[in-house]
């Protein structure tokens, strides 16, 4: 303190006194030590409260107030009974009302508590004749008027509590530019900022932007959104997100009619409708794999009826016919249908022969669904075959499967060729009429442009080549 300054507080009238964080004194000016009848020599770089005891409720008291000063806020014990040592040496009781303000430095923070003490004694001593009813009726009604205050600091510091830590963002605008003036952890979240508090919505949401012809709040009316779209521009300039927004625009209104503010409460609710719009897409290709696998049931129970007159050897075909295609689901279900490799489809339909008997030789090559399902069936029905006519039906005879996935010249999967070999078996002699599996087979390649196959009755062996575009799903 400079001297000027000290010169300046040493003569106010009022009794003043500092203390620093740790509650020690800094500084007391001569009329707080002629009130206190103290020696300022005695009272610098002492505890408050080893220079003046304090006990039971009292201590209580006081510690509030110091602990509501270091954070910031000001405060004032009123009617608080202290007994001071009197010209006799005995203690006198005397009545204080003690204002405490807290001083900051250039940063803000809280470095010092200013105590100003008034000496509100004389206040009891208004009416003689009831000075001791004086007294206690004013000490419970100062007590009454701090423990109501308490409550009114204790609820307001339990709504500050609830409003930072709701799990939706809360947020007060005011003016015409919307200056943010409260706002909670979750709205910090929302915007990407912590510094909200005093500059306009504008100005912290200015990488958001609504989406279409979405509705937008207007001006002094409530204002209710779900599902609200907004984009919303990452702050180093990296692409755009979509996020969606439930919010209440609530205005705040005065006696008078005037808008005072806006009250803004929302959830961010992007993962729920982005689930609903998830599930809806599932929906959709459930339907869409239903009608699909009708068609493709339909199909099998109508070929097989024209080339099956027998009705037992009809629901033996077709009960194997529906079995393969049951097992080649159950692979898409393993991977959500997100497509199966090649070697796992024919490993379904051939393992049962014995690796002996079977040789698979190729790249990975992931199927679409789509040629997942059409596909099991042509290798059910080549693997049926060569079981009752070919190689499969005798003990040394052998299936040989390759194949290779083809690039264009810029590296990109281009052809899906496979190759199926029997060896070994009787030999073979070309139907006179195409089967169920023929057409079938036919019927599976012409679907797709571009796709062609060929089937060789070889007498050592069926020889079938199948050359396809390759799919999104197809890799080397």
């Known amino acids: 303190m400079s001297a000027d300054y000290a010169r300046i507080f040493q003569s106010l009238p009022v009794p003043f ?7 020690r004194f800094v500084e007391a000016n001569a009329a707080y030590c002629a009130a206190t009848t103290s020696r300022r020599a005695d009272l610098i770089g002492r505890h408050v409260f080893e220079a003046f005891p304090e006990e039971g409720d009292n201590l ?4 509030e107030a110091f602990e509501r000063a270091l954070a910031g806020e000001e405060n004032v014990v009123a009617f608080f ?32 508590i200013i105590q100003q003490a008034e000496d509100v004694t004389g206040l009891a001593a208004e009416a003689p004749d009831a000075t001791a009813g004086m007294q206690a009726k004013v000490t419970k009604r100062a007590q009454r008027l701090e423990s109501l205050s308490q409550t009114l600091r204790a609820e307001g510091d339990f709504l500050k509590r609830l409003f930072q830590s709701a799990p939706g963002f809360m947020a007060v605008f005011s003016g015409p530019d919307q200056t943010v003036e409260l706002a909670n952890d979750a709205f910090r979240r929302l915007v990407g900022k912590d510094d909200v508090v005093g500059r306009s919505l504008a100005e912290i949401t200015g990488h958001f932007s609504a989406t279409g012809a979405s509705a937008r709040p207007g001006t002094g009316s409530a204002f209710i959104a779900e599902a609200f779209p907004l984009l919303v521009r990452d702050p180093d300039g990296g692409a755009q997100r979509r996020i969606y927004l439930d919010f209440v625009w609530q205005p705040i209104i005065d006696d008078d009619g005037t808008q005072v503010a806006v009250f803004v409460q929302g959830n961010d609710v992007t993962e729920k409708v982005q689930a609903s719009h998830h599930q809806q897409l599932l929906l959709d290709e459930i339907n869409h794999r239903v009608k699909n696998t009708l068609a493709v049931v339909q199909a099998l129970v109508l070929q097989t009826l024209r080339s099956t007159p027998s009705p037992a050897e009809f629901s033996t075909k077709l009960q194997a016919r529906l079995a393969a295609l049951s097992g080649t689901h159950n692979l898409l279900t393993e991977t959500a249908w997100n497509g199966v490799e090649l070697r796992a489809l024919l490993h379904q339909e051939l393992a049962h022969f014995g690796e002996r008997r079977i040789a698979l030789s190729g790249p ?10 059409n596909l099991g069936l042509v290798f059910h029905e080549l693997a049926t075959n060569a079981a009752k006519y070919g190689a499969l039906s005798v003990p040394d005879g052998r299936v040989t499967v390759s194949w290779q996935v083809l690039p264009d010249e810029e590296g990109r999967p281009e052809r899906l060729e496979i190759v199926w070999e029997e060896s070994g078996g009787p ?5 006179g009429e195409a089967g169920f599996g023929t057409r ?3 019927r ?14 070889r007498p050592q062996g069926l020889l079938a080549r ?11």
């Open 364 to 373: 990975a090559a992931l199927l679409s669904p789509r040629r997942t399902v």
């Open 17 to 23: 006194m500092v203390l620093d964080r740790n509650l």
């Open 427 to 431: 030999p073979v002699v070309k139907p």
């Open 466 to 476: 199948f050359d396809m575009p390759a799919e999104h799903g197809d890799a080397t």
């Open 440 to 442: 079938l087979i036919e």
């Open 444 to 457: 599976t390649m012409r679907a797709k442009p571009d796709a062609r196959f060929s089937i060789d009755y």
């Open 60 to 63: 209580r008291r006081y510690q």
């Open 81 to 112: 009974p202290y007994a001071v040592p009197g010209p006799n040496g005995q203690r006198v009781l005397k009545y204080w009302s003690c204002t405490h303000t807290p001083l900051r430095n250039d940063a803000g923070d809280v470095t010092h």
